[in-house]
């Protein structure tokens, strides 16, 4: 495990410690700090189109649209006709979230799905095994005889991402292939709203007993929302999976206007904290914003400058560590905001997973929380039951940091952890 990028040292966090056994590529549930992460195997095929493009095919942008197998065949078969596909990544908005939380944290991740039980040179399994962090466990993955879907990811002028998914196999997950000793055992558990539109599939079953699963553990929930049109489609469902189970929401200002009315981020995020723990807002150009609870006897005033927006001072508190409202005594609600890293790459070709970094930071972060209390549990930083390691404004300039990589290098997942010499994000990122 990692240090989730540092500011001074205060606390010992032993990560220099040999481990006493041999190195495992498995989870190892007694031993290890882990995730798990429950999505529909994707392959990303990206390819770059005009607007016209979409509109002719009728396909709303910035979206991710589920389509027949027919009309993504006959996409797919123009775009290589008009030698438009640059390239194939393994995607999956959890399969990305998990890659990088594994790259960045140094440390074992689960996934949960399908894979194609034979996998041929070329198909987008192989693709998708390829170009996955050897730190994600996929030994639970249920074996299919099919492919793993296809998201045809067409990047217009603009840098704008929307998808063709293709199913193929991918809602095919079964409840049997979900390991409960190995979701009880997790820092966390991560999914994402996209099975609840697979309607009468087995990975909708699937989902719901990794959900019951975690929540019966006490492992904390994420989940995020994936599209706006998914939780326009799905409101009322999405809603009550998220009170019923979610701790940690993520989403873009547009999913969180669909589920709670607020185009205000700051306002969307005070609606929600009603129903979940902490609420993780990506608004693109303007940054982040990262809201939950703390209990009122511990808050930590920030010494940022004050902000108000539709909330008066709403920064006020940012240096709290967040905690699940159950656990205050007196919840308090905090908010925190961030602009871009470095206002934002120069130029953006493709901003897909930008969101997922982001969050794959908060699942570090939350994972080194874990690890450190199995580690040191007398320390000071356990005195309450706290959700992360780091304070609502560290995690902000964190997740902000991930989603700037994820921009320059063009591709949703990490190829590499972030410079060592930023691990202090402090100097790198705030004196220029
Ligand atoms: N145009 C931009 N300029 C500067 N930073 C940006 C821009 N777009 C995105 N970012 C950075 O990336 C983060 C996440 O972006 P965004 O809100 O687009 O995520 P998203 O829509 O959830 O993405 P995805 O679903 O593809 O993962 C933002 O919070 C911001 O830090
Ligand atoms: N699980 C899942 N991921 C999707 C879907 N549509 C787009 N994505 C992924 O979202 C990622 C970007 O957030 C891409 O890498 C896509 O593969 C979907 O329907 N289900």
Redesign the pocket.
């Known amino acids: 495990m990692k240090f989730p990028g540092l500011r001074k040292i205060k606390h010992y966090f032993p990560v220099s410690q040999p481990k006493p056994q041999l190195p495992s590529f498995e989870v190892r549930p007694e031993l290890d700090t882990y995730i798990v992460g429950l999505?529909?195997t994707?392959v990303?095929v990206v390819a770059s189109v005009s607007d016209d493009f979409l509109a002719k095919h009728n396909i709303p942008k910035g979206l991710?649209n589920?389509v027949e197998h027919e009309k993504a065949n006959r996409i797919y078969h123009e775009l290589v006709v008009e030698q438009a596909i640059s390239d194939h990544?393994a995607?999956?908005?959890?399969?990305?979230t998990i890659h990088n939380y594994s790259v960045l944290a140094d440390d074992k991740s689960v996934l949960l799905g399908v894979m194609s039980a034979n996998i041929a040179l070329g198909s987008p399994a192989y693709h998708y095994v390829c170009h996955t962090s050897s730190k994600v466990d996929m030994n639970r993955l249920q074996g299919v005889a099919g492919d793993i879907?296809r998201?045809i990811?067409m990047i217009t002028p603009d840098g704008e991402?929307t998808?063709v998914?293709d199913?193929s196999d991918?809602d095919q997950l079964a409840p049997d292939y979900i390991p409960t000793e190995i979701i009880a055992s997790a820092a966390a558990f991560v999914v994402?709203a996209?099975?609840l539109?697979a309607t009468g599939q087995p990975i909708q079953q699937a989902m719901l007993k990794a959900l019951a699963d975690a929540s019966a553990h006490q492992v904390p929930v994420v989940m995020s929302l994936?599209?706006r049109h998914?939780v326009e489609e799905n409101r009322e469902q999405i809603l009550q999976t998220v009170s019923q189970y979610v701790n940690v929401l993520a989403m873009n200002e547009l999913e969180a206007e669909a589920l709670t009315g607020f185009a205000d981020p700051l306002l969307a995020a005070e609606a929600a904290l009603e129903f979940t723990d902490m609420v993780l807002i990506t608004a693109g150009a303007d940054g982040l914003y990262l809201c939950g609870y703390t209990d009122d006897e511990i808050k930590r005033e920030s010494s940022n400058p004050i902000k108000s927006a539709s909330l008066a001072d709403f920064n006020r508190f940012e240096f709290s560590r967040p905690m699940l409202r159950k656990d205050c005594h007196k919840p308090l609600k905090v908010y925190s905001h961030i602009d871009p890293y470095l206002g934002g790459p120069e130029r953006i070709k493709n901003t897909?997973?930008a969101?997922?970094g982001a969050l794959a930071a908060i699942l570090h972060d939350m994972a080194a929380n874990h690890y450190h209390k199995q580690v040191q549990p007398l320390s000071s930083k356990h005195e309450q039951a706290y959700l992360a390691y780091s304070s609502f404004a560290q995690l902000c300039k964190y997740a902000n940091r991930v989603s700037y990589e994820i921009l320059v290098q063009n591709a949703?997942r990490l190829s590499k952890g972030l410079p060592e010499r930023e691990d202090s994000l402090e100097e790198a990122y705030w004196e220029r």
Not at 91 to 96: E, K, P
């Open positions: 999505d529909q994707i990303d991710s589920l990544f995607g999956g908005t959890i399969g990305n879907g998201g990811t991402r998808f998914i199913p991918m994402s996209y099975p539109r994936g599209t998914l897909n997973g969101g997922d949703p």
